[in-house]
């Protein structure tokens, strides 16, 4: 099942007016029109404007959806986002650099891996720091772990809203042994503060590499026995197929990334066209689709979290010998067993926990391709111990943009589907 | 990326094209080139950036305010825009001075270029109160619609808000209005 490219229907998508198609007669003209021509509707000819959220289950966290209603059919949407928001830009100016890793991480929480490779990376990017190869390639394993652990939920809980309850505790179970994988190398389940600037915290333990070998011998034929279950499905297809086409152009101009991008045939990811950590050594595809619709999406989640099984391999065959942090005493703490023989590494360790590291003044923009899509962080150093300025470019927040033309022209129920295969972590957009 | 030659080219055919002095300044640093415009000519710069051919910059990743303070022009509106068959970025900063007398600072939208730039200039209005012209909803996307302040500008404090509780209530009679 490595075939990277797919095609699974030719069907033109309509991507347009749900009512046009149905051969039910439509009485007169539609209650737009005739308001756009000035008339006066009655009271029951009027479009229903309902809120959907902020707590709907479906809206996976607080999103709330003002939805304008022409009978069953959606006319507007207008997300309002904000419910979650806590400051966690402004926190992060008020931190030195290497507290503001666990803030990061709980923006996405869902891609906490993601969250701190862009910040941690950003902030090598401003110190020019070069990390040892062993600490890429650990980078590269969890982050890969992490898009498994991200795509496995989003996969439960999407055709859970799609109706298919077992789907979500089969792919519960297997996130479940992500996160054992997360505990056994980090301490943490979720939110681990693994990655530290110049390298991970700590080196893999014994056992590790190979219970990321099981998981991953294991993986491929979940994967195949969840296809089995979704992909002929024809409750499943009838819900998904042609429903929130939007135009390859159209998804670029609202600057949509991710999967949500490659679905609709544009081979764009960041791990292959602009490669961070070691992404270039390794051999995997990039799944991309044909129509753009609800299925496409799924999709290419699905196939991209084999090509992450393929990655999680090769960089364990491939993974060096020597340390897993730079040998940059101004900037990484000194080792643990130093610090009873040796005074400097006292001092430096006693100087790095109290004040942190100083990085020189500049601003950088660091992108990775999270679970998502692009998850940039721009800094800004002012010579200080602490960020002037953090930002993060989540993707869920400039994906949301795209909701609106997914879902005009549809069913409530497609709304639903659209916002299922679009993935929003509300953690990431309100930041 | 252009590289620093690049980048001074990008510069001098900007400033023929768009008029001169709309560039202020350049600087490559850490490998990325960024271009510091003028405000009032932003919407020129970008449209340049974006449709002359052998640039075509035509995805915007990225768009966030920053607060130089206490350096002058204190905002900053940062454009991070990408040429996606190239995979080239460029950083364009546009520096916006503090008008004074409690104006919000102003800049042009470019939501018409770049549709994506619409949740992105909503949430720069919201957190440092640089107002973008003709955007097609300017509103706070991501605090209350009521809260008052721009709390993401560097004189705003951390903590700036009093935490309420319901035995303040004789205090402060309806606070929760």
């Known amino acids: ?431 | 990326m252009p590289d620093a030659p690049g980048l001074e080219l990008i510069a001098q055919e900007l400033d023929d094209a768009a008029g001169s002095d709309s560039v202020l300044g350049t600087y490559h640093e850490h490998g990325q080139a960024c271009l510091i415009v003028d405000p009032e000519r932003i919407l020129e710069v970008l449209r340049w950036l974006r449709e002359t051919p052998g640039q075509e910059y035509r995805f915007l990743a990225s768009l966030h305010g920053v607060d130089y303070l206490p350096a002058e022009p204190r905002f900053g509106v940062v454009y991070e825009l990408l040429n996606m068959p190239r995979v080239e970025r460029l950083r364009v900063r546009a520096a916006l001075a503090e008008p004074g007398d409690d104006a919000l600072p102003e800049i042009d939208s470019c939501v018409s270029l770049y549709p994506s730039a619409e949740f992105h200039e909503r949430e720069v209005y919201d957190f440092f109160g640089i107002v973008f012209r003709d955007h097609p909803d300017l509103r706070r996307i991501l605090m209350p619609e009521d809260y008052v302040g721009w709390p993401q500008r560097r004189d705003f404090p951390v903590g700036g808000e009093p935490v309420i509780f319901t035995r303040d209530e004789p205090d402060m009679p309806r606070w929760y209005e």
Not at chain 1, 43 to 66: C, D, F, S, Y
Not at chain 1, 121 to 138: F, N, W
């Open chain 1, 1 to 431: 099942m490595s075939d990277g490219v797919q095609t699974h229907h030719s069907a033109p998508a309509h991507g347009g007016d749900v009512l046009a198609e149905t051969e039910a007669e439509v009485i007169g003209t539609s209650p737009i029109e005739r308001t756009a021509a000035g008339e006066a509707l009655g009271p029951e000819e009027e479009l229903l404007t309902i809120n959907m959220g902020p707590h709907h289950p479906a809206t996976h966290g607080v999103l709330r959806l003002l939805v304008s209603l022409e009978g069953e059919v959606v006319r507007d949407v207008k997300p309002i986002v904000g419910y979650v928001h806590t400051g966690i830009e402004k926190n992060c100016e008020d931190k030195s650099y290497w507290k503001v890793i666990p803030f990061v991480e709980r923006m996405d929480y869902l891609s906490y891996f993601s969250n701190m490779e862009a910040f941690v990376g950003c902030v090598e990017r401003l110190l020019e720091l070069e990390i040892p190869p062993r600490a890429q390639y650990l980078r590269v394993i969890h982050l890969e772990l992490n898009r498994l652990h991200s795509h496995l939920v989003w996969l439960g809980t999407s055709a859970l809203d799609l109706g298919a309850m077992s789907m979500f505790f089969y792919c519960f179970r297997d996130r479940d042994k992500v996160l054992d994988l997360f505990e056994m190398s980090t301490g943490q389940r979720m939110h681990t503060r693994y990655f530290q600037v110049g390298g991970v915290f700590e080196d893999i333990p014994v056992g590790f590499e190979r219970n990321v070998r099981a998981f991953c011998a294991e993986m491929p034929s979940r994967l195949d026995q969840y296809e089995a279950i979704l992909n002929a499905n024809e409750i499943f297809l009838r819900r998904t197929r042609d429903v929130g086409v939007v135009p390859r152009q159209r998804l670029i101009d609202l600057g949509v990334t991710g999967p949500l991008l490659r679905a609709a045939g544009e081979p764009w990811d960041l791990r292959k066209v602009e490669p961070c950590l070691r992404y270039g050594d390794f051999d995997f595809k990039i799944p991309i689709g044909t129509v753009g619709d609800g299925y496409d999406r799924y999709r290419v989640r699905v196939q991209e979290m084999r090509e992450s099984v393929r990655i999680i391999e090769q960089a364990l065959d491939g993974l060096p010998e020597g340390p897993w942090i730079a040998d940059d005493r101004k900037v990484v703490l000194p080792p643990r067993d130093e610090l009873a023989t040796s005074m400097e590494a006292l001092i430096h360790h006693f100087k790095l926990v109290t004040e942190g590291y100083r990085v020189p003044p500049g601003e950088a923009y660091y992108a990775v391709e999270s679970p998502r899509g692009e998850l940039g962080c721009f800094v800004l150093a002012d010579g200080s111990a602490k960020p002037a300025r953090v930002h993060i470019r989540d993707p869920s927040f400039v994906n949301l943009q795209a909701l609106r033309e997914m879902c005009v022209g549809g069913y409530v129920a497609d709304l639903i589907q659209n916002l299922a295969m679009l993935d929003p972590i509300l953690g990431g957009i309100d930041r």
